[in-house]
């Protein structure tokens, strides 16, 4: 699911990002083992769905008929009938709200989807609307982030999962909700977000979720008995990295192992026999379900998210030259959240895999560290350029901040929180957690800093003199400045046309700008004057934006994109 924290693991971030419909095919013919003792499975047949009115489709469900194909787009909810190659919005976005991973119900008569904050709230809802249009009714509402993971084939219950993200670590739970009544049970969890993808059993008396494990950088498969919540691993001893993608029969499940997609028997919620690889060239895909028996649909990453820089004038705030990929894509590897080296010479960003790299711009050359910690965020770079401090999860079950050395490449655990806010001159460092301080480095004594509201601190001044917190005011977001000396909190931005649906800030090396990120689909980069007045656009434009880094001299930007290039394929049995 998309919890509050970032995992590396590639189906994992297959979001709400926007691609085509229509109907020109690719075919490709793949060899693959026959399962022993279950039906033959010499090959399935992939074939490319052209969708060309949907750009770049999110998570999404097919219909058991396999006749309806329902995706998330960057307006909402689409659905396309895949007979008449028509399509049409299902659910529109409205505003600071977004509707996103919608399944269809067992019957195909109604579609059941998650609507959002996008606007800095924290409320997820789980919402049913008639297949041939109508008002929606909630099914199911929490005031924490969530997924929602599809419909019991009785069409009785509804598989969610949600993450307290106010607590460090943030505890993640999956729930069984009738549809009915909107009661809810828990049947899972976790000490800290990591549940993944979760999928029924057909006959509703299992639930299969898999799990990212940070100091292993892979993923496990968990089976749950829904009635007594008792837990078994689908493959004992595994070491291999083990993805949900569907459970299209009793007797038979489908996983991707490695990038290769495999079919295994299974017996009560047991695999009964080996698996088998119905697809060796599978990459990054994301299951939008099966239809007819015979045929799997799958949302396949072509292009992950990404870093990207952009050249800006230092003076005005604005645009030089606009975004470009900082290296060439590479479908299987993930790259950020990034930050800039103190002399600017220098751009460090987590990578896939639990790898933690630094590139001189200078050259392109780069320095991996196997730190194997799991969902790096929030990195700040030490001012004497030694080390990382970034927010993590390691195999000890630890969550919080990690100091990452880059002469020694060890690795530190130091406590839990959200990030380290350093000053310039290395005096002191504002530590970001629920009560957050300004610590001394050079005593060891700390302050408690008033934030005068609950939003969070994002960003530290050059001076170090100044805060910027990114908050919540009458359900808008906002973002203030808070003076580290305790004088008055002063709201720079309270009511915007614009979502500002990222919570990454940045000072410009004079302090006398605020850079944030606001727009439909989090597109551009605006600016404001820290000492008050109206915010104004950048000119810097790009889909997606969740982080950024601003060089120490204010010449260069660096983004993390969650902007994907997906395509919509169909996986047939022969």
Do not use: C
């Amino acid at each position: 699911m998309t919890s509050p924290q970032i995992r590396t693991s590639i189906t994992a971030l297959v979001l709400s990002t926007v691609v085509p419909m229509g109907a020109a095919v690719v075919r490709s013919s793949l060899s693959t083992n026959v399962r022993p003792g279950g039906q033959g499975l010499s090959e399935w047949r992939q074939t490319r769905i052209d969708l060309p009115t949907m750009k770049n489709p999110g998570s999404g469900s097919v219909s058991l008929d396999g006749r309806l194909l329902a995706m998330t787009t960057e307006g909402g909810v689409a659905v396309a009938d895949l007979t008449t190659k028509r399509d049409r919005v299902a659910v529109a976005n409205d505003g600071n709200w977004k509707a996103v991973r919608p399944h269809w119900s067992p019957d195909g008569r109604e579609l059941a989807y998650q609507w959002e904050s996008i606007g800095g709230g924290r409320q997820t809802e789980l919402r049913i609307v008639p297949r041939d249009g109508g008002p929606p009714r909630v099914a199911f509402a929490r005031a924490q982030p969530g997924s929602f993971h599809g419909w019991s084939r009785d069409g009785r219950f509804l598989l969610m999962d949600f993450v307290d993200s106010e607590q460090d670590p943030s505890p993640e739970e999956l729930l069984l909700v009738t549809v009915a009544g909107g009661s809810s049970r828990s049947i899972a969890s976790r000490a800290s977000a990591a549940i993944q993808h979760a999928v029924l059993s057909p006959d509703g008396h299992f639930v299969a979720f898999d799990v990212w494990t940070g100091s292993s950088q892979s993923s496990s498969i968990f089976v749950v008995n829904v009635e007594n919540t008792e837990e078994h691993s689908l493959f004992p001893g595994s070491r291999t990295s083990d993805v949900v993608l569907d459970w299209p029969a009793d007797d038979e499940f489908i996983f991707t192992r490695d990038g290769r997609a495999s079919t295994v028997p299974v017996s009560l919620g047991r695999a009964a026999g080996s698996p088998s690889v119905v697809a060796r060239d599978a990459g990054a895909v994301l299951s939008l379900g099966s239809a007819a028996g015979r045929k799997m649909y799958v949302l396949k990453v072509v292009r992950p998210l990404d870093l990207y820089v952009a050249t800006l004038d230092p003076t005005t705030g604005t645009m030089l030259a606009p975004f470009r990929p900082l290296a060439e894509p590479q479908p299987a590897i993930l790259r950020g959240p990034p930050v800039w080296s103190p002399n600017g010479t220098q751009l460090g960003f987590a990578k896939s895999g639990g790898i933690w790299t630094v590139r001189t711009l200078s050259n392109g050359a780069e320095r991996d560290y196997g730190v194997e910690l799991d969902s790096m965020t929030y990195p700040s770079w030490e001012p004497d350029g030694d080390a990382v401090i970034v927010r993590a999860g390691d195999g000890q079950g630890r969550a919080g901040l990690f100091r990452i050395d880059l002469k020694t490449e060890k690795v530190a655990y130091l406590e839990p929180g959200w990030r380290m806010l350093f000053n310039a001159k290395a005096r002191d460092v504002v530590i970001v957690r629920r009560a957050s301080a300004l610590k001394d480095l050079v005593t060891g004594v700390e302050r408690p800093i008033d934030t005068q509201g609950r939003g969070r601190v994002s960003a530290r001044s050059r001076d170090g003199r100044l805060l910027a917190v990114w908050d919540t005011v009458a359900g808008n977001a906002a973002l203030a400045i808070v003076p580290i000396d305790g004088s008055p909190r002063r709201t720079l931005v309270s009511q915007f046309p614009f979502p500002l649906s990222s919570t990454s800030l940045e000072f410009s090396p004079d302090d006398r700008l605020l850079y944030f990120v606001a727009g439909p689909q989090e597109e551009a980069v605006w600016r404001v004057p820290v000492e008050g007045g109206a915010p104004q656009p950048t000119g810097l434009e790009f889909r997606y934006i969740h982080d950024m880094s601003l060089s120490p001299d204010g010449r260069h930007l660096a983004i993390e994109s969650r902007w994907q290039q997906t395509e919509v394929w169909v996986w047939e049995r022969r």
